[in-house]
């Protein structure tokens, strides 16, 4: 039985014993791994939501030192040319963020590669399993 619910601004897509991935229109990307996107929640009903990429840490843009912010906006530019304005992705294992109005999930492209392994395999991010992030300055 499939259940949708808004709740704060974020939403759950619940399904007994099965992964289900729900499309996104992408509305623009914050940084290297988080971007904003429309997502239809049941008929006529759209929320705009803050979408924080599973598995992967990208380079802060306020970083501790011009090298992570450099590094920033490389992974932000790549990341905004795979998810231009209008492109229609895939959100799958969707999960409640630390943050209000924001989710993490697993994002796949129309060609069916995954963001976050495109990232981590360009050298623009690397793994990340939701623990403490290592820093990018040395």
Known sequence: MLKCFVNFCCF???MAG???AVPAVIDYVLDGDTFAAKVMLEDDIKIT???RL???DTPEMKGMCQKEIDMANVAKNRTSE???TGTVVELVDIKDDKYLGRIDARV???DGRELSTILIDENLGRKYDGGKRGGWCD
């Open 12 to 14: 759950y897509i619940i």
């Open 18 to 20: 099965a992964a289900l």
């Open 49 to 51: 939501v803050r979408v």
């Open 54 to 56: 599973l598995d992967v």
């Open 82 to 84: 795979l998810l231009p």
């Open 108 to 110: 796949f492209l129309p």
